[in-house]
């Protein structure tokens, strides 16, 4: 079973206009945690925000903030205000109890239209 | 302050020849992976170590490949002999143990 699901494998969003990116996560940890990542098309990894299984609050970061539903296993990633600048992959990755080691999803393709 | 140093960024090589990448992490991170990105199979963990030690290799697809980490500072991925199917983007990427990761630009790698 994959540890890390994300089902949108591109989408177009408005500029100025918020976007949700799915994803949804597999584990029978208790303790875990889950990230965020940015790739541009110049390749590189950017990390952008991270949500402890035990965190009540949903983690935000300037326009990125992560909708953590623990119940259903999912922690979407809302970007508000899109800009030119958002296009890229995006990657979630969960941290599980045990190790360091992160897995990924299989990314989402973001387009931000002017 | 320096991020995680990978080299060569490119490497074109024939099949069979040996192929090393290199890389340098972040000081005073104590953890150390290697991911390979294709387009089929996404983002692999091939490796990782923490404190210069192997803790889990499972994902190294076969002998043909290996890492060492001989200090703190520096790591290598071997291939030998490549195939064209290792063309890939292979990261690096280095954390505190219970940090995010900090990844490398990525060594881009074509066997012909």
């Known amino acids: 079973a994959q540890k890390i699901t994300q089902t949108q494998p591109g989408m177009f969003v408005q500029e100025k206009e918020a976007v949700t990116l799915d994803c949804t996560y597999d584990t029978s940890d208790q303790s875990y945690g889950l990230f965020w990542y940015k790739q541009p098309s110049s390749g590189e990894m950017i990390f952008l925000i991270y949500q402890g299984s035990y965190d009540e609050q949903n983690a935000t970061e300037g326009r990125y903030s992560l909708n953590f539903q623990k119940a259903r296993k999912s922690a979407n990633l809302v970007i508000s205000a899109s800009q030119l600048g958002d296009s890229a992959m995006y990657f979630c990755?969960?941290?599980?109890?045990?190790?360091?080691?992160?897995?990924f999803g299989g990314g989402t393709r973001v387009l931000v239209k002017p | 302050d320096a991020g995680v140093i990978q080299s060569p960024r490119h490497e074109v090589t024939e099949m069979g020849q040996e192929v090393t990448l290199r890389c340098k992490p972040i000081?005073?991170?104590?953890?150390l992976f290697w991911y390979r990105q294709t387009m089929m199979r996404g983002l692999e963990l091939l490796i990782y170590f923490n404190n210069n030690v192997p803790i889990d290799d499972s994902g190294m697809p076969e002998d043909r490949f290996s890492a060492k980490m001989p200090n703190a500072s520096f790591s290598t991925l071997k291939i030998q002999p490549s195939e064209p199917r290792d063309s890939a983007v292979y990261f690096c990427?280095?954390?505190?143990?219970?940090?995010?990761?900090?990844f490398g630009e990525g060594s881009r790698l074509t066997v012909l």
């Open positions: 990427a280095s954390s505190v143990y219970t940090g995010e990761l900090f």
């Open positions: 000081s005073g991170h104590n953890s």
């Open positions: 990755a969960m941290r599980e109890r045990g190790g360091n080691k992160l897995t």
